[in-house]
Nanobody, 127 residues
């Protein structure tokens, strides 16, 4: 069983930066990939970024490309989301997810590929 715990959310102003962390625990944590999704109330969960755990290859949603950076610390079983130049539309609950079973390839932006999810951390961007 894998447990994911996000932290680092908060209230910031537009243009500010924020870094989210997701610490994973569990027996022999070795996912295929890790990802961040976000969800605003009344909207569906949206893919933000993904990273292959072994090679570090990254994928980003067009809406955050050039502003957000996903990274990992394998020794700490932790994945990060560095968010720069935050916009009002980045306001959402951000979720960390781990893909650990099944086909290791395929669309990394599909929420259905991920087996474990964190509880989410709120990011609010104000003007």
């Amino acid at each position: 069983q894998v447990q994911l715990v996000e932290s680092g959310g908060g209230l910031v102003q537009a243009g500010d930066s924020l870094t989210l962390s997701c610490a994973a625990s569990g027996h022999t944590f070795s996912p295929y990939r890790m990802a961040w999704f976000r969800q605003d109330p009344g909207k569906s969960r949206e893919f933000v970024a993904a990273l292959s755990w072994s090679g570090g290859t990254t994928v980003y949603a067009d809406s955050v490309k050039g502003r957000f950076t996903i990274s990992r610390d394998v020794a700490k079983n932790t994945v990060y989301l560095q968010m720069n130049s935050l916009k009002l539309e980045d306001t959402a609950v951000y979720y960390c997810a781990a893909h650990t079973t099944g086909d290791p390839h395929g669309d990394s932006s599909s929420a259905g590929r991920y087996d474990f999810w964190g509880q989410g951390t709120q990011v609010t961007v104000s003007s």
